[in-house]
């Protein structure tokens, strides 16, 4: 990318990236700090005091003294590197806030001095606490404006409001962003929060909500955002969640400096060549290849606010914040119709377009009308259906995830059908190594069941119903008056081939076997320990058949023709007969016994060495004995076993 591409996610001071700056023995890693707070109590101004930028971007916001947008700006100095996302202020702007607050390490909240806390102040420190933005820095900002006793006031309004939302941990710095006052103080009380702020995990696959879209002239689109997970090199593939496309990572810049890759915890901007711009907005995810699944249903813990003014119903209408991405959703309770301000449950979501979400993402749920936060939560798991929270099947769900056990609750969602690793892969937001030790935890408990070399997983009941199942079919295959020895393997695939395919089908016949369910010989199977028992009337049947195929006047007969010579038993053994090689059937319905094909091969060959190579249909008609109803079927049978080949209105006999 080229050097100006830097402006779209901010510049920084001396250095090159990736330097680890190591203060008093600690290693500190480039560190994400958001700013909140109410609008004109001096975010913007307070940074660029720090920085010696501006964060805001837009004429507008410059032309009317207000931040409508994200802004960056970066710190970069011997005691580390700092990326400050300026988020706006102003209520009606929340939504590009929570876009902005996405990724963030540690916050500074800003108050002014001469207007304490106000209603944003509230709302902000209620969302970054949604969020698990538990670190950061108040700076109480405008001391220049107010006297003394004035100052003293709003430290202790200041510090009782911390105490009442949980961040009373948090340092208070006095300061003023006009006059200088107090900065040197709030930088070393940030650099404080950030050497101490852990680091986001490098080892899930990569993401970066995205909050920037852009060309640039002779590279294409560029997408801005802050890296949440794993890592990303030029030259990787990357796609573009729930609808972007796929593109091949052509260059990365971190405020302006091209590096060869971008970790968790840094703003990158992405050169994306591959993809139009114009199909790429805010909210939308690039990920490595196949690490998510879109969706429209979330299963969250979810918590109402203590602050609301209401409760919250199960079927109300919100607004979805998670990551970058803001849509219309529809909240259902699992334990009651509605919780109450302070409360907390598992609820699933249900959006209207697709999301992206793995398990701990956080979110924000606010009501459209008025708009205003009312609570949020952790995403427990990405779900494939809708939940019934009164079924079984749910609740045993809703157990689960009570105990965060994730992947036992994606399995028992799944049911009959089963996971492959990819498609847990896609739901967990892990990677193979992580995903392996999962599925080796819950299969040391008994919960998961791998089959077909590992690449069908299934909930350990449903496992076993799979057997029984199976094995239920099969066995019915034997409850009928005709005996059976063996039953076709493709029959019993055939059963399940909609619901299972045919690579889970064969898992299913491995498993069956090696449960010794089954006895599987080439492509037949039957049920272990099966044999084939008689009735008089079908052993009688059975000899009939051997003396009438043994005539040389009715060495070939039909199905039909035999049944009405002997009766049904006849039709109940024939197909015993053919399992046991004792029979051969062709054309249908025409039976012949082993021993008279074997003859019929000699005589064929016979005639290719005494007589010709060549033989006529009238010609084997009088070799047989037999009309031409049973010779034509019995001649493509032949072309078919390569005994002989069509030529013309004959046959080139191929055995000797």
């Known amino acids: 990318m080229p050097r100006n591409a830097g402006r779209f996610c901010g510049r920084g001071g001396r250095g090159e990236w990736c330097v680890l700056t190591i203060i008093r023995g600690v290693v500190m890693r480039d560190v994400v700090v958001g700013t909140a707070g109410h609008i004109d109590h001096g975010k913007t101004l307070l940074v660029k005091a720090m920085t010696g930028m501006d964060a805001d971007r837009w004429d507008e916001e410059k032309r009317r003294g207000i931040t409508l947008d994200i802004g960056f700006a970066t710190l970069d100095s011997e005691r580390g590197r700092l990326h400050f996302v300026d988020l706006p202020g102003h209520e009606r702007f929340v939504k590009n806030m929570l876009a902005g607050a996405t990724g963030i390490d540690l916050c500074l909240l800003v108050v002014a001095a001469d207007e304490s806390v106000m209603p944003q102040t509230v709302e902000h420190a209620d969302i970054l606490s949604l969020l698990g933005v538990k670190r950061g820095v108040v700076a109480l900002n405008k001391v220049d404006l107010v006297d003394r006793e004035t100052r003293e006031l709003a430290l202790m309004e200041l510090s009782e409001f911390l105490e009442s939302c949980g961040l009373s941990g948090m340092p208070i710095v006095e300061v003023s962003a006009v006059t200088g006052e107090g900065l040197p103080d709030l930088l070393a009380a940030i650099y404080g929060e950030a050497e101490s702020c852990p680091a986001p995990p490098r080892n899930r696959p990569f993401r970066l909500p995205i909050d920037r879209v852009f060309p640039i002239k002779g590279f294409g689109t560029v997408v801005t955002g802050t890296c949440i997970d794993g890592s990303l090199a030029v030259g990787d593939r990357v796609l ?14 971190i405020f302006g400096r091209s590096v060869e890759e971008a970790v968790a915890g840094q703003r990158v901007a992405v050169n994306l060549p591959d993809i139009r711009h114009a199909d790429l907005a805010r909210g939308h995810m690039a990920a490595m290849l196949g690490s998510c699944r879109p969706t429209h249903l979330l299963d969250v813990r979810l918590g109402v606010l203590a602050s609301a003014k209401r409760s919250l119903k199960t079927g109300a209408v919100c607004t979805l914040h998670i990551h970058t991405q803001e849509v219309e959703a529809h909240v259902h309770l699992s334990d009651s119709a509605a919780l109450a ?14 999301v992206v979400a793995w398990p701990d993402d956080r979110f924000i749920l606010r009501l459209p009308s008025p708009a205003r936060t009312i609570g949020g939560g952790t995403v427990l798991l990405p779900a494939r259906r809708k939940a019934r929270w009164r079924r079984r099947r749910d609740r045993t769900i809703a ?7 994730a992947l036992r609750a994606l399995l028992v969602e799944a049911g009959p059908a089963g996971l492959t690793p990819d498609d847990v892969m896609g739901v967990m937001g892990v990677k193979a190594e992580r995903l392996n030790e999962l599925a080796e935890s819950a299969e040391s408990a008994e919960a998961l069941v791998r089959w077909g070399n590992g690449g069908w997983w299934l909930e350990a009941a449903e496992a076993e119903a799979w057997l029984d199942r199976a094995g239920a079919w099969l066995s019915g295959r034997y409850d009928g008056k005709a005996p059976v020895s063996w039953v076709p393997r493709q029959e019993l695939l055939g059963r399940w081939l909609r619901v299972l395919g045919q690579a889970r089908g064969e898992a299913l016949v491995e498993a069956l ?8 010989e080439g492509d037949r199977i039957r049920p272990a320990g099966h044999r084939v028992r008689l009735s008089d009337a079908q052993k009688a049947a059975w000899q009939a058949v051997q003396a009438i195929l043994c005539d040389p006047e009715t ?39 082993r021993t008279t094909m074997e003859s019929l091969r000699e005589k064929l060959a016979a005639h290719a060495i005494s007589r010709s190579t060549k033989i006529s249909v009238p010609e084997f008609k009088s070799m047989l004995g037999l009309s031409r109803k049973y010779v034509m079927p019995l001649l493509e049978h032949l072309d078919d076993l390569k005994w002989t080949r069509r030529s013309g209105d004959g046959r080139d006999i191929l055995v000797r």
């Open 240 to 253: 573009v969640y729930p609808d972007g496309g796929e593109s091949r990572v052509r260059g990365l810049q």
């Open 555 to 593: 060495f070939i007969r039909t199905g039909k023709e035999l049944e009405s010579a002997i009766g049904s038993e006849a039709r109940q053994v024939l197909p015993l007969m053919v399992e046991d090689g004792e029979l051969v059937r062709y054309g249908g319905d025409f039976f012949v016994a």
């Open 513 to 520: 076997e090696r449960a010794g369910r089954i006895e599987v």
């Open 399 to 405: 157990d689960l995830l009570r105990g965060n056990l």
């Open 341 to 354: 301000p302070g409360d907390e449950g598992l609820a699933q979501i249900r959006t209207t377009v697709p």
